[in-house]
């Protein structure tokens, strides 16, 4: 049976149904195919519809759901992406305080190349030693003002913009509660990175509120405007400032850096420190980039910029174009802010951090941290091109920096932080044995705290969330009040799962953790520790001496 033979029985079929409900009904519908028919023959953008009409906008509709059919009914769990379902189930469960057990055991391929493993200790640190949480490590010793950090995970750059009110104030308090600290990405510190979430108004203070609102308007002679109703602040999170190429809330009329705003707000305790934005993983070699249609005035207001068309970055500093002027501007943001300041990058040729290394090694001067981000980053809008194809993978981009820096012997006077589809508290260990000090999270946080459900709409202002859009009738779905507790939840569990991995390898803080505790599968049934893919420099043993404190 042909294909045309098909649709003439089927739609032979719904005609008898239709007239059977309502002659009208059919009569309509007979019509509008007919007019569909006839346009569809004559236009000529379209082969399929030419050559098929009316029929061929089947075509085009079950390609616009095509995403939303593979994610929930056709895909293997293991192929969904960026995060597989059981990674994604494994987000919601310890956002929502859920019980992470499963039963029968891993539905991973344990053998499969490339799978990795963390190899545990014969002789797991006891829990009768009482080890229940993890130490802080301090950035920025030489500092005037060190940043102790509590926590060995946090939330990665995310702007304002990008990000709407609502998601940036349940990120901030969940921050908070949690003891984690969060940075603005390249979009400005806004009022509610300092401020989080407001608590929820009781009715009926909300409904005394709205009637005398009416009444002041009604009869202004007799009854005075009330103020407006404000919740109690829950608070904000200690804030990390990333600073971009466009400088956005920190800028001149002119574009030149403001210094004198810099120095203003580092004089606030929540701002711990500064990161100088190089790349980002999922856009290396361009700028920032917000669509038009979610730039509201209140963010054109934050970030200095104007309404109506995209905001791109630009894709270099005007500061500096090489390490020494790099390390001169790093050094000036040091003296002015007293406070830690760092530079974020992504993986590509060794070239360039050893020629960091070196500079700090020879003037004993430098960066307090380094944010190393993988090409496997995300991002609200970025070039397929770039996405797909810039720079390394964290996992390969890690050894190399931390070598570098071990070489030139200045391994222990930086802080290495690390991000790109970071989730669960295995990625956590096995990116910390490889060299990271910290990791920092962003898709994982908004799939756990936020309710993220991957629909790929970031760059759309229709993220159905509410979390990447400025538009209200999908904000309004999201609640603050209720997610900022979700969020405090996921990296409350993150570290919980991470003390327990580190108990198995006979660890008590996650920076014991070396090469040697990971292994890989190179080839079906060949096993080799990280430390033989990626050796340490000669006579280097994996150990580091951070700066930390219990």
């Known amino acids: ?39 569809d023959r004559v236009q000529n953008v379209h082969a399929i519809r030419r050559n098929f009409p009316f029929v061929g906008w089947g075509r085009y509709i079950f390609e616009s759901i095509g995403d939303e059919l593979r994610q929930y009914w056709f895909l293997p769990d293991e192929k969904v992406r960026p995060f597989d379902r059981e990674k994604f189930k494994d987000l919601v469960r310890t956002g929502k305080g859920l019980p992470d057990a499963i039963g029968y055991g891993s539905e991973r391929d344990y053998r499969a190349t490339g799978e990795v493993h963390l190899l545990p200790s014969m002789f797991p640190v006891p829990d009768s030693e009482g080890i229940n949480k993890l130490p802080a490590i301090v950035i920025g010793k030489k500092r005037r003002v060190p940043y102790v950090c509590a926590s060995p995970i946090n939330i990665s750059g995310m702007s304002f913009g990008a990000l709407s009110e609502e998601a940036v104030r349940a990120l901030s308090s969940g921050a908070l509660m949690s003891d984690v600290h969060m940075l603005t990405g390249e979009g400005g510190l806004s009022p509610y990175h300092l401020e989080g979430v407001r608590e929820k108004i009781p009715f009926n203070s909300l409904v005394a509120w709205k009637l005398a609102t009416i009444l002041s308007t009604v009869a202004p002679r007799y009854w005075r405007k009330p103020p407006k109703l404000l919740g109690n602040k829950i608070g904000g999170a200690r804030i990390m400032v990333q600073l971009g190429p466009a400088k956005f809330g920190f800028r001149t009329a002119d574009g030149e850096l403001d210094w004198a705003k810099l120095v203003q707000v580092a004089q606030s305790e929540q701002i711990v420190g500064f990161e100088i934005k190089l790349a980002q993983g999922a856009k290396p070699g361009q700028g920032g980039l917000l669509p038009a249609a979610k730039i509201t005035p209140e963010i054109a207001a934050v970030r200095g910029i104007p309404m109506g068309i995209d905001c791109k970055s630009p894709n270099a500093w005007d500061e500096f174009n090489d390490v020494p002027s790099l390390m001169a501007f790093i050094e000036r943001l040091q003296e002015a802010t007293g406070k830690p300041v760092g530079f974020k990058m992504v993986g590509g040729s060794p070239n360039f951090i050893r020629e960091v290394a070196a500079y700090m090694r020879d003037h004993g001067k430098g960066p307090d941290f380094i944010t190393l981000d993988g090409g496997e980053g995300g991002t609200g809008a970025a070039p397929m091109a770039l996405a797909d194809m810039m720079g390394l993978p964290v996992m390969h981009a890690i050894p190399m920096v931390d070598n570098a820096l071990r070489e030139a012997g200045v391994r222990d006077d930086v802080v290495l932080i690390g991000s790109g589809k970071i989730a669960t508290a295995g990625d956590i260990a096995v990116h910390i044995a490889l060299g990271l000090d910290l990791v920092n999270m962003a898709r994982g946080v908004l799939i756990g705290g936020l309710g993220c459900i991957q629909a790929l709409q970031c760059h759309t202002n229709k993220c159905p969330a509410g979390i990447a859009t400025q538009d209200p009738r999908y904000r309004r779905g999201l609640d603050p009040t209720v997610k900022f507790v979700r969020v405090a939840s996921l990296f409350n569990g993150r570290k919980k799962g991470l003390l327990l991995l580190l108990k198995s390898c006979g660890k008590r803080t996650p920076w014991e953790l070396t090469r040697h505790d990971v292994s890989i599968v190179v080839e079906p049934g060949k096993e080799i520790t990280m430390a033989e893919r990626y050796p340490y420099p000669s006579g280097d043993s994996g150990k580091r001496n951070p700066t930390i404190q219990w």
């Open 1 to 39: 049976m042909d294909m045309f033979r098909t649709i003439h029985i089927a739609g032979l079929i719904l005609a008898v149904v239709l007239y059977l409900l309502n002659p009208w009904l059919l009569a309509g519908l007979a019509i509008l195919a007919i007019l569909v028919g006839i346009h």
